[in-house]
């Protein structure tokens, strides 16, 4: 079988960790990486990192993404199994049952994007025709199914770079926090490298290779305030954002080694990003992270409490435990991410 790509995106890592690797940067999660997290776990104190995950209510976020719908299951004879009483089909028993279900947008909520959630158009085999491609080279009709092919969406799966290799992983290690809520409050601003080095610098953060990176903005405190009835206009225009066009800024995380970025916002980034130039991505720090060097992005995280904490005791870093839902063919999960300090 022929390679399955003979040239590489610029700044990308193909192949640095295996020409069939699925995983990115995730390989620089290793045992010692994991023991320096465990090491910042100091009192005992754990937070969890996650909205409830029928927010931010609507679907003004993202008018693709809707909110959780949660139902019973059914016994026979169509009764909803919520309440029921075992005993109206055995006398002798005395049990109570309750059983659900739900039909959930993977990335409604707070969520893991996976490796296949964002690919590109790019001439991988070389012969001169841009196709669909993936992290490493992954191709889109061999590789990661789709579109569907009928109205039940069957077929329209990732058979490789879905979650569940993150899952497998058992994402956990070091967190570090960069706060940006504190230089900036909910004000809207665009942070490219020479903003995020001076917040680094005024705090005294560092961020080392295999390190998850979050990003405290506020975002998620105005999405809670809103309670499920958002307003498009206060979502667009609220708290920081990174910025994806700053190419110092995709440099930055090309060289510090990190395995994830992570906002409490809705893309990490900017959406809609700055004008590119000629040909260019939507979301250029999806581009880089997702595309070119496996980096999971995490978004909509609950960050508030955890931020005040460490912002309170002088600390920016912390035990990292989230690994997204074990669910194969996945582009994106939820998580309930915990951090202990």
Known sequence: MAKRWVKRPEGSNWGDFGEDDQLGRINLLTPEVVLKGIAEAKTGHR????LPLDYPGGNKLNPRRHPPQKFSTQREGGIPNFNFPLSREDERLTDVICDDAVVLHTQYST???????????FDADGDGVAEIVYYNGWRAHEDVVGPPSSETHE??????????????????????????????????????????????????VQVEPGDMVCFYTGFADVVLSMNKAPSHEKLENSCSVLNGRDPRLL???????????????????SYPAEEGEG??????????????????????????????WLRANNRSRFLLTAPPL????????????????
């Open 47 to 50: 937070f969890c990192l996650s």
């Open 111 to 121: 969520q893991w994007d996976s490796l296949a959630h964002v690919g590109e158009e």
């Open 155 to 204: 077929g329209s799966e990732a058979r490789k770079l879905g979650i569940e290799n993150m899952a497998q992983a058992a994402i956990q290690g070091r967190g570090v926090m960069i706060d940006l809520e504190k230089h900036h409050g909910h004000n809207r601003q665009l942070v490219g490298y020479d903003e995020l080095m001076e917040v680094l610098d005024k705090d005294g």
């Open 251 to 269: 440099n930055w995380i090309t060289d510090n080694g990190v395995v994830a970025m992570i906002a409490d916002n809705y893309a990490v980034e």
């Open 279 to 308: 040909c260019c991505a939507a979301l250029p720090l999806h581009e880089h992270c997702l595309f070119k060097l496996g980096i999971h992005l995490g978004e909509l995280w609950y960050l508030t409490e955890l931020a005040q």
């Open 326 to 341: 074990r669910l194969p063919g996945a582009v994106g999960s939820p998580t309930t991410p915990v951090a202990t300090v």
